[in-house]
């Protein structure tokens, strides 16, 4: 059974950057059947969708257009979780968290990501707010 | 403001049917079959219900189905149990520039 564990701080001061981790157990973060997102979900601006890291032979990483200039996603083979970087922020940022899993789908043996999430960490709610 | 529209409620009673839908455009919903379907219970993480339009993750029971036409993707639940109230987000690939867009969820009451 895949079960993801987010860890990080639930209170961070504007400007600075916001962190969290992603532990992954029952797969791996290399995995080519799967793709590794990072969620947010706020009452003033719903489910949003932040970006995603996989393994292809390499590693490749997509963000929302938002937040792209703000964001990085990362990952660690050795301790098989991901994570995410959010700098500058401000409350706007204020949200719960969500890491989550992207399984893919195969078409003529080619393998697509969806956005189909299957797994879900707990989700950390995340104050911006000195 | 959220990329595709869903009802902001709905209601049933039990056994009754509901269907929610979630309209986009011809750049998400209309221009892909790639719609899923989540589920959300108060204070916990989405699950998802349908996927490929479709088709059910293993352990989702057969009350839950979905269709799109054109624009708009529906989900229906039939048979509708108290268990079943919850928030319901649509979800759509939007190509390779946005990626994906979600519906603004509809919260479902059962009377």
């Known amino acids: 059974q895949v079960q993801l564990q987010q860890s990080g701080p639930g209170l961070v001061k504007p400007s600075q950057t916001l962190s969290l981790t992603c532990a992954i157990s029952?797969?791996?973060?290399?995995?080519?059947?799967?793709?590794w997102n990072w969620i947010r979900q706020s009452p003033s601006r719903g489910l949003e969708w932040l970006g995603r890291?996989?393994?292809?032979?390499?590693?490749?990483?997509d963000y929302a257009q938002p937040v792209k200039s703000r964001i990085t996603i990362s990952s660690d083979i050795s301790k098989n979780q991901f994570a995410l970087q959010l700098n500058s922020v401000t409350p706007e940022d204020t949200a719960v968290y969500y890491c989550?899993?992207?399984?893919?789908?195969?078409?003529?043996?080619?393998?697509?990501?969806?956005?189909?999430?299957?797994?879900w960490g707990q989700g950390t709610t995340v104050t911006v707010s000195s | 403001q959220s990329a595709l529209t869903q009802p902001r409620s709905v209601s049933g009673s039990p056994g009754q049917s509901v269907t929610i839908s979630c309209t986009g455009t011809s750049s998400d919903v209309g221009g892909y079959n790639i719609v899923s379907w989540y589920q959300q219970h108060p204070g916990k993480a989405p699950k998802l219900m349908i996927f490929?339009?479709?088709k059910r993750p293993s352990g989702v029971p057969d009350r839950f189905s979905g269709s799109k036409s054109g624009n708009t993707a529906s989900l229906t639940i039939s048979g509708l149990q108290a268990a079943d109230e919850a928030d319901y987000y649509c979800c759509s690939y939007a190509g390779n520039y946005k990626y994906v867009a979600f519906g603004g969820g509809t919260k479902l009451t059962v009377l």
């Open positions: 490929d339009v479709t």
């Open positions: 890291t996989y393994y292809r032979s390499k590693w490749f990483t």
């Open positions: 029952g797969d791996i973060v290399s995995s080519d059947s799967a793709a």
């Open positions: 989550a899993r992207d399984f893919a789908t195969v078409t003529s043996g080619i393998y697509y990501y969806y956005f189909y999430m299957d797994v």
